[in-house]
C-alpha cells in the first residue's frame, strides 16, 4: 500500500458571491504513483478541483493536503509549484516566442540548477517525449500534438511528485491523443510520478488506474 | 537561457513597439539634454563673467529685470569708493543692441584700463586691445557672424562706427559673442550718458561686506548691493529661462512615463495568460515583476542612448543657430538624463507591475 499524496476534506468553492457553487463538499484521498482519472461534464467542478491540488486557487471551506503540505497553510506556495506538481493544460499555454528547449527550462527558473544543467535536463526531456530534432523549432513551428508532448515535457521539468493534466486531449485528434496517454501512462510508470487527469471523455479516462466520476460539485461514483 | 535573454526575447515579440517606446523615451530624454545644457551654458556663462570681474559685490539699479536694463547714475562709483571696507569700485555698461539680421549683439563697457577684468592678462587672439574712444574689441564669435577682421570698421548705429583693434576668444559665450569698448562708448550706444548698469565692489581683505551692503542701501535706497556669489539668482531672465528648462524637462518626463507605461501596461495584459501559466510553473511573483522591471529598465536603457544622440544633434544644431550658447555639454546634465531614464522606467512600470501582482493564475490560465 502507498503512502497518501493528495488527501481533500470536505472542499467546498463557490464562483459570483456564492451563487455558483463549484465544488461541494468533495473528499478524495489519492496514493503515490496512482493514475486517476476524474471524469465529469463541463462545469461539474472538476478543472477547480485540479487547480485546488496544484495551489492556483483557495478554497472556501474544507482542507487540502498534497504531497505532505496543507495547502490552507502553507507559505510558499510558488516553491510548492514549482517543486512538488506540473501541468498540463487543454491548451498546451506554451510561451510562443520561445523555442521547445526555452519553454521545457522555463520552470527551471529558481532551481539550483546551473544553465548548462537546466538544458542537459531540458534537453533529456525533450527526448523522452520524442521531441529533441524539435528543440530549436519555436511553438507555433510544432504541431498541436507535439506542442502537448512538450508540454509534457516542461511539467517534468523540476521532477515533481504530481503532474496535474486538465483536458491535455482536448484539442487532439484521436491518434495524436492516444500518443499522449501512453506518454503519460509510461511517465507514470517510469518516472513513479502520481497523476490526475481531468476530462470529459470515458475513453480517455480509461487510461487511468482509478475513474472518479463529478457532477455538480460533488464526487458521484469512483470506478 | 538566461533571464536576461528571456527579458530581451519578451521585448522582441513586437519589435516596432518596442523601437517606438524607446524613441518615444529618446526624445524624452533628448529634450532634458537639450533645454538643461542650455540652462548650465547660460548659467555658466553669466558665472564666468561676475568671476571674471573678481568683485565680492555689485551695485544695480533696484527692480530691474536683469544687468543689461540696469542703469544707475556713474557717480555713485565716487560715492562708494569713499567707504573704508572699499578696495577698489568700478563701473561697467552692459548693453544688448540690435544689428540688422543680428537681434541681439552684447556690448560691454569699460574703462580701458579695466580691460583686464574681461580678457584676463592675456593678450587678444588676434590685434591690440581697445585704448580710445571710437575702438571695439570684438569676440571670435562676432567676428565670425559679422565677417569683421582686426581694422575693419564696424557699424553700431547711426554715425556710430569703430575700429576693430582686436579679436578675443575666452571660452564665454556672452563675451566671444559681443564686443568691448571704451565705458564712454558703451554709454553713447546705449543712450546712458553719466551712467553705469553696474558698479563691482572689491573689497578689503577682513571687510564687513554685509555691513557694507547694508550701508550702501541705506544711504543710497535705489540702489541694489548683490553678492556676487548671489548675482545669477537675481538675474530674473536667467531664472525664468532655467524654469523654463525645467517646466519643459519634466512635461518630456511625464510624457516619456505615460509612453512606458502605455506600453508595458498593453504587453502585459497581453500575456495575462503568460503570467498566470508562469504562476502555475512556480514562478514567484518577485521573479515575475523582476522580469517586467527588467524590460522596462532594457527600454529605457535604449531611450537614453537614442536621447543622448538626439540631444547632443538637437544641442549642436540649436547651437549652430544662435550667438549666445555654447555648445559645451556636461556630465551632470547627462547623469540628470540617466536618471531621469532610470525613473521613467522605474514609474513607467509601477502599474503594469500591480496589475500583474493581482493576476489569479486559475483565471489567468484560462484568459482569452
Known amino acids: 500500500m502507498n503512502d497518501i499524496i493528495i488527501k481533500i476534506k470536505n472542499l467546498t468553492k463557490t464562483f459570483d458571491g456564492g451563487i455558483i457553487k463549484a465544488l461541494n463538499g468533495i473528499n478524495l484521498e489519492v496514493q503515490e504513483r496512482e493514475f486517476v482519472a476524474i471524469i465529469g461534464p463541463s462545469g461539474c467542478g472538476k478543472s477547480t478541483l485540479l487547480n485546488m491540488i496544484g495551489g492556483l486557487d483557495m478554497p472556501d471551506s474544507g482542507e487540502v493536503f498534497v504531497a505532505g503540505k496543507d495547502l490552507l497553510k502553507e507559505r510558499d506556495l510558488a516553491r510548492f509549484r514549482s517543486q512538488r506538481v506540473g501541468f498540463i493544460f487543454q491548451l498546451h499555454n506554451l510561451i510562443p516566442t520561445l523555442s521547445a528547449l526555452e519553454n521545457v527550462q522555463i520552470p527551471m527558473f529558481g532551481s539550483r540548477l546551473t544553465k548548462s544543467e537546466a538544458k542537459r535536463k531540458a534537453y533529456r526531456l525533450l527526448e523522452m517525449v520524442g521531441l529533441e530534432e524539435r528543440m530549436e523549432s519555436l511553438v507555433p513551428q510544432l504541431s498541436s500534438g507535439e506542442r502537448q508532448r512538450l508540454a509534457i515535457a516542461r511539467a517534468l521539468a523540476n521532477s515533481p511528485q504530481i503532474i496535474l493534466a486538465d483536458e491535455p486531449t482536448g484539442n487532439l485528434d484521436v491518434q495524436s491523443g492516444d500518443r499522449i496517454l501512453r506518454l503519460l501512462q509510461l511517465i507514470n510508470k517510469q518516472e513513479e510520478v502520481t497523476l490526475v487527469l481531468v476530462t470529459h471523455s470515458e475513453s480517455v479516462a480509461k487510461a487511468a488506474n482509478r475513474i472518479i466520476y463529478m457532477l455538480d460539485g460533488k464526487i458521484w461514483e469512483e470506478l | ?368
Open chain 2, 1 to 368: 537561457m538566461s533571464f536576461l535573454s528571456l527579458i530581451i526575447k519578451n521585448l522582441l515579440r513586437n519589435k516596432i513597439r518596442s523601437i517606438l517606446t524607446s524613441v518615444g523615451i529618446g526624445i524624452g530624454i533628448a529634450v532634458v539634454i537639450t533645454f538643461l545644457t542650455f540652462a548650465t551654458n547660460l548659467n555658466q556663462s553669466y558665472m564666468d563673467i561676475i568671476n571674471r570681474c573678481k568683485g565680492d559685490l555689485i551695485v544695480c539699479q533696484k527692480a530691474v529685470q536683469d544687468i543689461t536694463s540696469s542703469s544707475i547714475d556713474q557717480d555713485y562709483i565716487h560715492e562708494i569708493k569713499r567707504y573704508k571696507e572699499v578696495e577698489k569700485a568700478y563701473g561697467q555698461i552692459i548693453t544688448n543692441i540690435s544689428l540688422r539680421d543680428i537681434p541681439s549683439f552684447l556690448i560691454f563697457g569699460i574703462d580701458p584700463e579695466d580691460i583686464d577684468i574681461y580678457l584676463g592678462s592675456e593678450k587678444p587672439t588676434l590685434g591690440k586691445k581697445i585704448r580710445h574712444k571710437g575702438e571695439i574689441m570684438i569676440g571670435k564669435i562676432a567676428s565670425y557672424t559679422f565677417r569683421k577682421k582686426v581694422e575693419d570698421l564696424m557699424e553700431l548705429g547711426p554715425n556710430k562706427r569703430f575700429k576693430v583693434t582686436g579679436i578675443y576668444e575666452t571660452g564665454n559665450a556672452f563675451l566671444d559673442s559681443g564686443g568691448i569698448v571704451t565705458l564712454r562708448d558703451a554709454q553713447e550706444i546705449a543712450n546712458l550718458k553719466g551712467r553705469v548698469s553696474a558698479i563691482v565692489i572689491d573689497s578689503k581683505m577682513d571687510a564687513d561686506t554685509r555691513r557694507l551692503s547694508s550701508m550702501i542701501e541705506v544711504t543710497f535706497p535705489d540702489l541694489l548691493v548683490i553678492r556676487s556669489s548671489d548675482f545669477i539668482n537675481t538675474q530674473k531672465e536667467v531664472k525664468s529661462i532655467n524654469r523654463f528648462a525645467w517646466i519643459f524637462s519634466l512635461l518630456a518626463i511625464v510624457i516619456g512615463g505615460i509612453v512606458v507605461m502605455n506600453t508595458l501596461i498593453m504587453s502585459v495584459f497581453e500575456r495575462t495568460r503568460e503570467v498566470g501559466i508562469l504562476i502555475a510553473v512556480g514562478w514567484r511573483r518577485g521573479r515575475i515583476l523582476k522580469m517586467i522591471w527588467g524590460e522596462s529598465l532594457i527600454l529605457g536603457a535604449i531611450g537614453f542612448v537614442i536621447g543622448v544622440i538626439l540631444g547632443i544633434v538637437g544641442v549642436l544644431i540649436i547651437a549652430s543657430t544662435s550667438t549666445h550658447i555654447n555648445a559645451s555639454f556636461h556630465l551632470g546634465t547627462f547623469l540628470i538624463a540617466l536618471s531621469v531614464s532610470l525613473v521613467l522606467s522605474i514609474v513607467g512600470a509601477l502599474y503594469p507591475a500591480y496589475r500583474t501582482s493581482k493576476i489569479l493564475p486559475a483565471i489567468a490560465i484560462r484568459y482569452e
